[in-house]
């Protein structure tokens, strides 16, 4: 369940990190309705390399949750 949840929070941050040139400076209106209907022409091979590029360890993320008041996971 750890790496699974590992894998969904790297899996949203390089989604943003791969809108982030549409999404910087817009209104939240526009990011939210680009972040719910996500570009159907994306190489999936370049998404997937971006995500692999998010550096989050586990420790890393376990002190992330800790920052927000959440439990650490089930490992």
Avoid: C, Y
């Avoid at 929070?9 to 209106?29: D, H, I, S, Y």
């Amino acid at each position: 369940m750890f790496l699974l949840q590992i894998h969904l929070f790297r899996t949203a941050l390089g989604v943003l990190r791969a809108m982030e040139p549409r999404l910087l400076g817009q209104p939240f209106e526009t990011v939210a309705h680009e972040l719910t209907h996500l570009p159907q022409t994306w190489d999936i091979d370049e998404f997937l390399a971006t995500i692999d590029r998010v550096d989050l360890t586990d420790a890393a993320f376990e002190a992330l949750l800790a920052s927000v008041g959440l439990p650490p996971p089930n490992k």
